[in-house]
């Protein structure tokens, strides 16, 4: 009997969900829905689904035929604690990889456009101000600590370390990843590891175990001229902490992609602090972006079909 697909992706184009067609022909058969379909029409057609593609709401997929979630999402915190673990079978997987070298571009980016005092030059441009920065600084030989070594993390380790800085890894086990770190600290030691470092990278997921981790002591750990990114979920940094740490001197500068609130609302102090870059949740976007998740999500449905494991699955004890 044939597989039943659904394809809830509205970002890709035509073209490339009749790629994902083309792949499934013969084994299976794909619908396309809205992503916006919920309540009894979405439950009616996940009651004879076997796989979705893309996002759907979450509670609908504990009470459906769905034996496999492909989510075009880095993120699954949504997914976490609402009882899918329990659901016999099931598998979810996540888009990481489809993102992991687009999110550390960006963070190079933001590291960049604060070392080198972007956000006054660019102040100054739209003021025709001519004058020269002189407090801009170096990223060569400073020193990386990145927290979090999925994806996104590795990938932005092996780009630091091309750029002469010291790597620095904070991750749940310090028996991993010294192949593209120079220093691996378990997660208990990050007060530790954000000592040593000039410039500190969340790329933590969302959940219970990771919410609040960037908190006043971790802060108040960090050099005065240290600076703070954070691009994977906006629960993982105290956000009242922060703006603390940064209104009183305690860190140098922030690039922040996610928020505990987003949109970020308009009276968040974020906006107005110095040395602060807000980034509108996009550090995983690019023109390129729905090329490599077509990608993604073709080469788990032909594992599914060639009953080989999934790429990027997701161990269903973490749901819980």
Known sequence: MKKQI???ADQLTDSHVEQIVQACEGWASCERLPQSLSGAPLEEVLSYTDIVVGWTNPASLLSSAVSVYLCGSAGYEAYMGIGLSNKKGFQLTN??????????????????????????IFTQQSQRIFQRCWNAQEIGGSTACIVGLGNSGRELARRCRALGQKVIGVCRTKDRYHDIVDEVFSSDELEKAVRK????????????????MFHRDIFAAMKPSAFYYTASRGSVTNEADLVEALNNGRIAGAGIDVFEVEPLPPESPLWAIPHVIVSPHSAGLSSRLNDRLTKTFIDNLINIRD??????????????
């Open 307 to 320: 009953k080989r494991p999934l790429h990027h699955l997701i161990p269903s004890e973490t749901l819980k």
């Open 6 to 8: 659904v394809i809830s």
């Open 197 to 212: 470092a000039d410039h500190i990278f969340c790329l933590l997921p969302g959940g219970p175990e990771t919410k609040n």
């Open 95 to 120: 888009a990481g990889g489809a993102m992991g070298a687009t999110i550390a571009e960006h963070c190079l980016a933001m590291q960049f456009a604060l070392t080198r005092e972007l956000p006054l």
